[in-house]
Every structure is written in structure tokens, then in C-alpha cells.
């Protein structure tokens, strides 16, 4: 039966950001299209004693791993005389079984391997050359049966490629970009920030949200762009964006994606992000920060004269330019 390939470097970097922020191993395999055992394995045998994986750390213990590992049959590869007389016997149409057999009756001979031994050798990659020699049960590399449903991470997803020219020098209002803020891995907290910034005024928006489940998530951010007049939303690939049309239909706003690996196409909420964090500082649990907390650190970015915005306030270039459908208090 053919193994499935090894995690590569980039998927235990995805491993580290949705384990991070919460993402069961189930969910974390939906998106690689990994089977959930795989990625179950590899956070345990790959994380530190308290939970915390770092794909750093994983990787290093993988190639460790790797270098030290000792293949089946091995035995068998490093004695050339051993390897000699079963190849040589195998020729003579003796099986595995006969071989191993005969060794054990004959001690003399100082060589021996088992059965099982001498068939792993053989499926192993040093072997394969002389499987052709068995008379029955040849060993071949399976297929692998196709998936015939095709898991879409994000479904029906526009890249930012497509998004409107006019979204990217920032005079044109009405283009935003969101993303969230999670809490500490030592927490072992699911609450994060919902945050929103739109590109051209720089007013940024944010909403504490108990997990990142697609639904919550999506409402989430429709309850912060809902009173807005805007034309575009941009975001990233995480599964917590997997519901984004929900987002479109209760504001009438498309949403675009970043390509992957690629957080400056979102620049403008990633320096929001920057901002928030004065207040909410790595390591922070927003379990333990309330709504009201959130709303103070927005009223004061919001309000402060930015040196881009010509020492106006986002709020006031959001005002002025029509941003705010509704007054808000």
C-alpha cells in the first residue's frame, strides 16, 4: 500500500497558524486535504509537553527523525554476504519462508533473518528490485484511489486579483479589509478580535468574537461593515472566511482574497492589527477583555490626527467623505 507523502515545511507552517488559533485536528486536515490522523500524529509527536506546536521545533524533530530512522530490513541492506544468499536463493525459487527457515536450521552459516524480515526488505526501496524473483503475493505500488468529491476550503473564492483597480491607491473610499486577532496559544483561549479597517480613511472597526467559526465570524463582520458605503472587502485564506457570502449578502459587498502567503495585499488592517496591539499586547486572553475595553482603544485611534490623512482623524476623513451611512453615537 503506498504511504502518503510527508508534511512538507509549509504544511506544518499552516499546522502552527490554525493550531494556533484553535482550529481542531479535523479542521486543520479539511484544509491541507490531509487525512485527520495525520495531523493528529504530527501534533502529537511533534509538539511540546504543554500542547504548544512551533513548526520550527516540528521540523527539526521530523529531520531528526528522519536521519535516525532505521528503515525495515536494514539487516538485511548492511550484511552484503546475508543479502547475497537470499538473493541467490530467491533465484532458485526458494521463498521467504524457506529461507529464513533454513537459516535457523543451519546456525553454522552465522547468518539468519526472519520471514517477516526478508519480505520488508523487499517492499522497502532497496528491495523492490527483487520482488519480480517471488512466485506469488509480487509486491506492487498501489494507486491511490481519487477522491471523487473535492474538498473546497473556501468556496466560490474571487482572488484580489480581480478586485477593482480603483481599490488600490486609496483615494477612492469604500474598500475594506479585515482579518482577526487571536488570543495567546498558552491561554488555550478560542476568543479573538474581529478587526476591519477601510483603506482610504483609515477607520478601523473591531468586535471580540468567542471563536473563529465560520458563522459567528461572518456575522460578526457584517454587524461591523453593515452601516458603511463600501465596494469591496478583502481578506485572507483562513477557514474562519469560509461563509464570506453570507457576509455579501447582508451588506451587498463583495469579498476578495489575498493570495496565499501574501498578508501585505492587506496592508491596511495589518497596521490596524499593529495599533490594537498597544492595547492588546501579544499574549493577551480575549476571554478576559470585555467590549468596552475594545471600544476605548478604538476611540483612540479613531480620533487621532494621522500625519497620511493630512493630522485629520479617520473619523473625520470617514465623515467627510461620506463613509458612515448612519450617524453613530
Same mark, same amino acid.
Given at each position: 500500500?503506498?504511504?502518503?507523502?510527508?508534511?512538507?515545511?509549509?504544511?506544518?507552517?499552516?499546522?502552527?497558524?490554525?493550531?494556533?488559533?484553535?482550529?481542531?485536528?479535523?479542521?486543520?486536515?479539511?484544509?491541507?486535504?490531509?487525512?485527520?490522523?495525520?495531523?493528529?500524529?504530527?501534533?502529537?509527536?511533534?509538539?511540546?509537553?504543554?500542547?504548544?506546536?512551533?513548526?520550527?521545533?516540528?521540523?527539526?524533530?521530523?529531520?531528526?527523525?528522519?536521519?535516525?530512522?532505521?528503515?525495515?530490513?536494514?539487516?538485511?541492506?548492511?550484511?552484503?554476504?546475508?543479502?547475497?544468499?537470499?538473493?541467490?536463493?530467491?533465484?532458485? =525459487?526458494?521463498?521467504? @519462508?524457506? +529461507?529464513?527457515?533454513?537459516? /535457523? %536450521?543451519?546456525?553454522? *552459516?552465522? &547468518?539468519?533473518?526472519?520471514?517477516?524480515?526478508?519480505?520488508?526488505?523487499?517492499?522497502?526501496?532497496?528491495?523492490?528490485?527483487?520482488?519480480?524473483?517471488?512466485?506469488?503475493?509480487?509486491?506492487?505500488?498501489?494507486?491511490?484511489?481519487?477522491?471523487?468529491?473535492?474538498?473546497?476550503?473556501?468556496?466560490?473564492?474571487?482572488?484580489?486579483?480581480?478586485?477593482?483597480?480603483?481599490?488600490?491607491?486609496?483615494?477612492?473610499?469604500? =474598500?475594506?479589509?479585515? @482579518?482577526? +486577532?487571536?488570543?495567546?496559544? /498558552? %491561554?488555550?483561549?478560542? *476568543?479573538? &478580535?474581529?478587526?476591519?479597517?477601510?483603506?482610504?480613511?483609515?477607520?478601523?472597526?473591531?468586535?471580540?468574537?468567542?471563536?473563529?467559526?465560520?458563522?459567528?465570524?461572518?456575522?460578526?463582520?457584517?454587524?461591523?461593515?453593515?452601516?458603511?458605503?463600501?465596494?469591496?472587502?478583502?481578506?485572507?485564506?483562513?477557514?474562519?472566511?469560509?461563509?464570506?457570502?453570507?457576509?455579501?449578502?447582508?451588506?451587498?459587498?463583495?469579498?476578495?482574497?489575498?493570495?496565499?502567503?501574501?498578508?501585505?495585499?492587506?496592508?491596511?488592517?495589518?497596521?490596524?492589527?499593529?495599533?490594537?496591539?498597544?492595547?492588546?499586547?501579544?499574549?493577551?486572553?480575549?476571554?478576559?477583555?470585555?467590549?468596552?475595553?475594545?471600544?476605548?482603544?478604538?476611540?483612540?485611534?479613531?480620533?487621532?490626527?494621522?500625519?497620511?490623512?493630512?493630522?485629520?482623524?479617520?473619523?473625520?476623513?470617514?465623515?467627510?467623505?461620506?463613509?458612515?451611512?448612519?450617524?453613530?453615537?
Amino acid at each position: 500500500m503506498k504511504k502518503a507523502s510527508k508534511l512538507t515545511d509549509t504544511e506544518r507552517s499552516e499546522i502552527d497558524i490554525l493550531h494556533g488559533r484553535s482550529y481542531s485536528a479535523r479542521s486543520i486536515a479539511t484544509v491541507l486535504g490531509r487525512s485527520p490522523n495525520t495531523i493528529a500524529t504530527e501534533l502529537k509527536r511533534n509538539s511540546y509537553q504543554d500542547g504548544q506546536y512551533v513548526a520550527a521545533r516540528a521540523k527539526q524533530k521530523a529531520y531528526v527523525r528522519r536521519k535516525y530512522a532505521r528503515y525495515q530490513g536494514k539487516k538485511i541492506q548492511d550484511n552484503d554476504e546475508l543479502r547475497s544468499f537470499i538473493v541467490l536463493r530467491l533465484s532458485e =525459487h526458494w521463498n521467504p @519462508d524457506e +529461507i529464513a527457515g533454513y537459516l /535457523r %536450521s543451519n546456525p553454522r *552459516a552465522g &547468518l539468519y533473518a526472519s520471514k517477516t524480515a526478508i519480505y520488508e526488505w523487499l517492499h522497502s526501496a532497496r528491495g523492490q528490485q527483487y520482488c519480480h524473483l517471488l512466485h506469488s503475493k509480487h509486491y506492487r505500488v498501489k494507486r491511490q484511489r481519487q477522491n471523487k468529491t473535492k474538498r473546497v476550503m473556501i468556496p466560490d473564492r474571487t482572488a484580489v486579483s480581480e478586485r477593482p483597480l480603483a481599490a488600490l491607491d486609496r483615494t477612492e473610499v469604500g =474598500h475594506g479589509e479585515y @482579518d482577526s +486577532i487571536v488570543s495567546s496559544k /498558552r %491561554s488555550g483561549s478560542t *476568543a479573538a &478580535l474581529a478587526v476591519f479597517q477601510e483603506r482610504s480613511t483609515r477607520l478601523v472597526r473591531a468586535q471580540l468574537v468567542p471563536n473563529l467559526r465560520p458563522l459567528p465570524y461572518a456575522t460578526t463582520i457584517a454587524d461591523l461593515t453593515k452601516d458603511l458605503r463600501l465596494t469591496t472587502l478583502t481578506t485572507d485564506n483562513g477557514i474562519e472566511n469560509r461563509y464570506h457570502e453570507r457576509i455579501t449578502r447582508k451588506t451587498g459587498t463583495p469579498v476578495f482574497f489575498t493570495d496565499p502567503y501574501s498578508s501585505w495585499q492587506k496592508g491596511g488592517v495589518e497596521n490596524a492589527n499593529k495599533m490594537l496591539r498597544r492595547y492588546f499586547p501579544k499574549g493577551t486572553n480575549f476571554a478576559t477583555v470585555s467590549q468596552t475595553d475594545v471600544v476605548y482603544a478604538l476611540t483612540r485611534i479613531n480620533n487621532k490626527p494621522r500625519k497620511i490623512l493630512g493630522y485629520k482623524s479617520s473619523l473625520q476623513v470617514a465623515n467627510e467623505k461620506g463613509l458612515i451611512l448612519e450617524a453613530v453615537s
